[in-house]
């Protein structure tokens, strides 16, 4: 059995605990997947259906969670954030706050790499080197909080540093990104290590056929607890209503992302199993405000009143997410409501008029023009990728209309949709991402995707924002200690925000999980980078 003890330590702040009790509350409206023999049955495949392949299985390098979702089974982090989002040990067994600055690790021994190259503080040290080198462009290091890098006790002894206080540095050490790779696997493939990863997970990297399946095979030499399934395949299935269909058929035991539509039929049927939980993602269309007209902030907000956000949960997603006000899920430390629905509720005359006061009047074909230009905008997104991400875009594109804007939608691959927002030079007026709080803490979400000196390919200010002041809060926050004085500081911050809008939320998700009764013990966790599959298993 895994272990949910907490061992050695940073005491629990209040607010910490506020955070572990809305975190139980997601694993309690979880629907409870185990059923069966108490004793889990050895071997077997387990075949996934999900709808876009990985862009990386390098941590450093690919922070989205179709990558995560195999290599976070292959590259395990020193600690790690349960269902119940307590930090559990993994590669460490016991942490100790030294300073503000400094958190020493004692790290588990015995334990080897699939390639045989044992653990120790060298792996560690490596593996923060190398995502912290300033000649990578590691994604990871962009979301990773101030890190200063790793300093070597002994063999089995390690201290994580950072430049200046962090509060939230244990979450960001349990942050998937974190997995340790093997120095001597990194050395021996260099850039195909990304398609090749070696860690000490529970299960071993064995094939990636791109756009088709991935596979991963049981690490019988795993330090702990060996894992019950043989194999576990993911395969690609972009059209939702094939990943269903294959679900039926039983050429899949799982699905993830299904379709909304389905998910009461099948939560009838004792064939199947439903299992879910409130994520920490929020989905969005996002504005680039270095593209004319949407760095007028008239325009943002017009946009935003144009949007029925309440039609789209209702008659899309049809309950397979939650209402989203802000860029944080509420179940995030520092989360607070912008207030969208009063600041900028569907209006769609009140958003024609401040479109009209940006200098646009309607056309021949009632689309708005300035200058005898009509007034049209890019959107790229992939299909899939995200619950009705593509129904979405549809959906916003009529509402769009209108109020005399017209709406070009470029459906992408996932790949590409990431790379192009990833570029220093963003080709689109606005792009359909969605963002979880991998830390359950803001500071993960605010400084990154809005500091002024985020802009990719260092951070993830897709948007282009440039706020000095509000770069002062995100600052103020990160190295303050206090959570009372954070929150205020997240506050304030997020307020600016509201006024600057610079996107249209659409949901927070639920991280669901449709598969055949005879796969057990799958519990979803919150994150869904985080899905693990170590503990389940397929009755026979």
Do not use: C
Not at 478 to 504: H, K, T, W
Request: charged share 20%; proline share 7%; hydrophobic share 45%.
């Amino acid at each position: 059995m895994h272990s949910t003890r907490r061992k050695g330590g940073i005491g629990m702040t209040r607010a910490r605990l506020g955070l572990l009790a809305s975190a139980l509350a997601f694993v309690l409206a979880a629907a409870p997947v185990s059923s069966g023999p108490a004793a889990p049955v050895r071997g077997g495949t387990l075949t996934i259906g999900r709808p876009v392949d990985a862009v990386s299985l390098d941590p450093h390098f690919e922070t989205t969670a179709p990558g995560a979702w195999i290599y976070q089974m292959i590259l395990e982090p020193l600690v790690t954030m349960g269902p119940d989002m307590r930090i559990r040990p993994s590669l460490a067994t016991a942490w100790q706050a030294m300073s503000p600055t400094r958190i020493r690790f004692t790290l588990r021994r015995d334990v080897k790499f699939h390639d045989g190259t044992p653990f120790n503080a060298a792996a560690v040290k490596f593996t923060f080197d190398r995502a912290f080198d300033p000649r990578s462009i590691s994604r990871w290091a962009s979301l990773a909080g101030p890190i200063k890098g790793v300093e070597i006790v002994d063999d089995f002894t390690a201290d994580l540093v950072t430049t200046e206080p962090y509060a939230p540095l244990l979450r960001s050490a349990a942050m998937v990104f974190a997995g340790i790779v093997s120095p001597t696997a990194v050395g021996r493939l260099g850039a195909d290590f990304s398609r090749r990863p070696v860690g000490t997970g529970p299960f071993k990297f064995e094939e990636w056929r791109t756009n088709d399946r991935i596979t991963v095979v049981r690490n019988d030499e795993y330090w702990g607890p060996k894992a019950h399934l043989d194999r576990i395949v993911f395969r690609v299935i972009p059209e939702e209503s094939a990943r269903m269909i294959a679900l039926r058929t039983g050429e899949v035991d799982m699905v993830l992302v299904p379709a909304p539509a389905q998910l009461a039929t099948f939560a009838r049927d004792p064939g199947y199993t439903l299992a879910q939980a409130t994520g920490l993602r929020v989905v969005f269309i996002g504005m680039n405000l270095t593209r004319s007209p949407l760095s007028d902030v008239r325009v943002r907000r017009a946009l935003v009143m144009a949007s029925n956000r309440k039609a789209i949960l209702q008659n899309i997603l049809e309950g397979a997410a939650g209402p989203s006000d802000g860029i944080l899920a509420p179940g995030v430390f520092g989360y607070k409501s912008l207030g969208l629905d009063t600041l900028y509720p569907h209006d769609p005359a009140r958003a024609r008029a401040l479109i009209q006061e940006a200098g646009f009047r309607p056309g021949p074909d009632g689309i708005m023009q300035r200058d005898g230009i009509p007034l049209t905008l890019t959107l790229i997104t992939a299909r899939g990728r995200y619950f009705k991400d593509a129904e979405i875009a549809e959906a916003y594109q009529a509402q769009l209309r209108e109020i005399g804007v017209r709406l070009d939608i470029s459906f992408l691959e996932w790949a590409t949709v990431f790379t192009m927002v990833r570029a220093a030079v963003l080709d689109a007026h606005m792009f359909v991402l969605g963002w979880v709080t991998t830390t359950a803490d803001a500071d993960y979400t605010l400084l990154p995707m809005f500091r002024s000196d985020q802009v990719p390919p260092r951070g993830w200010n897709t948007w282009r924002y440039f706020n000095a002041e509000f770069d002062k809060l995100v600052d103020q926050a990160r190295v303050n200690l206090s959570p009372r004085e954070r929150e205020e500081l997240y506050g304030r911050a997020q307020d600016m925000i509201a006024r600057d809008i610079m996107f249209v939320p659409f949901y927070v998700t639920k991280e669901i999980a449709l598969m055949r009764s005879h796969v057990k013990d799958f519990v979803p966790h919150p994150i869904e980078y985080n899905q693990g599959f170590q503990y389940v298993w397929i009755q026979k």
